[in-house]
T-cell receptor, first 114, second 113 residues
Framework: DQQVKQNSPSLSVQEGRISILNCDYT??????FLWYKKYPAEGPTFLIS?????DKNEDGRFTVFLNKSAKHLSLHIVPSQPGDSAVYFCAASANHNAGNMLTFGGGTRLMVKP | SAVISQKPSRDICQRGTSLTIQCQVDSQVTMMFWYRQQPGQSLTLIATANQGSEATYESGFVIDKFPISRPNLTFSTLTVSNMSPEDSSIYLCSVRDLNTEAFFGQGTRLTVV
């Protein structure tokens, strides 16, 4: 049973446009959500996170939106750049303050075309 | 943030042999995690390794196959034992302390032939 799902395995966007990556979850105990970016031959790199008490968190070109009632979060990248091309994973944890494990979605491969 | 050195970065191994992957962190951390990423798949947690206690394994993973050591707060090893081609994956070490994000090593790409 996949508790965190990313239904789009890939996404192609033109440089300068907005990239929207989506993620759905089923476990209502999740209280912290994160996005990671992964290049080939590298480990995942933390991008941005959001606590369940918020519905939006912004950091530069990256914004994460959380809709708890829909159990849905999304990552917006604007403007998209070719260097953003990578695989993006959303992740969730329950009882974040205890440092608990992360549950990952299947990933979305983003391709930003020049 | 934590800087994690993981080695080897890649290896090609014969079936039936074992490989030990090392993970070194530049600071003391309570929790270390080992993940596996099979080709085209997401990251799956193998086990949680806390210093001073036995590792806690997730469903589908057992200590005999994936023994883990955690001798101190900055180091851990994962051994992939009696390997078969199905063990070909990327293995990732991760650290996470209270109220922090999780950080990852660069991964070990294992190919079993």
């Amino acid at each position: 049973d996949q508790q965190v799902k990313q239904n789009s395995p890939s996404l192609s966007v033109q440089e300068g446009r907005i990239s929207i990556l989506n993620c759905d979850y089923t476990n209502s105990m999740f209280d912290y959500f994160l996005w990671y970016k992964k290049y080939p031959a590298e480990g995942p790199t933390f991008l941005i996170s959001i606590s369940s008490i918020k519905d939006k968190n912004e950091d530069g070109r990256f914004t994460v939106f959380l809709n708890k009632s829909a159990k849905h979060l999304s990552l917006h990248i604007v403007p998209s750049q070719p260097g953003d091309s990578a695989v993006y994973f959303c992740a969730a944890s329950a009882n974040h303050n205890a440092g608990n494990m992360l549950t990952f979605g299947g990933g979305t491969r983003l391709m930003v075309k020049p | 943030s934590a800087v994690i050195s993981q080695k080897p970065s890649r290896d090609i191994c014969q079936r039936g042999t074992s490989l030990t992957i090392q993970c070194q962190v530049d600071s003391q951390v309570t929790m270390m995690f080992w993940y596996r990423q099979q080709p085209g798949q997401s990251l799956t947690l193998i086990a949680t390794a806390n210093q001073g206690s036995e590792a806690t394994y997730e469903s589908g993973f057992v200590i005999d196959k994936f023994p883990i050591s955690r001798p101190n707060l900055t180091f851990s090893t994962l051994t992939v034992s009696n390997m078969s081609p199905e063990d070909s994956s990327i293995y990732l070490c991760s650290v996470r302390d209270l109220n922090t994000e999780a950080f990852f090593g660069q991964g070990t790409r294992l190919t079993v032939v």
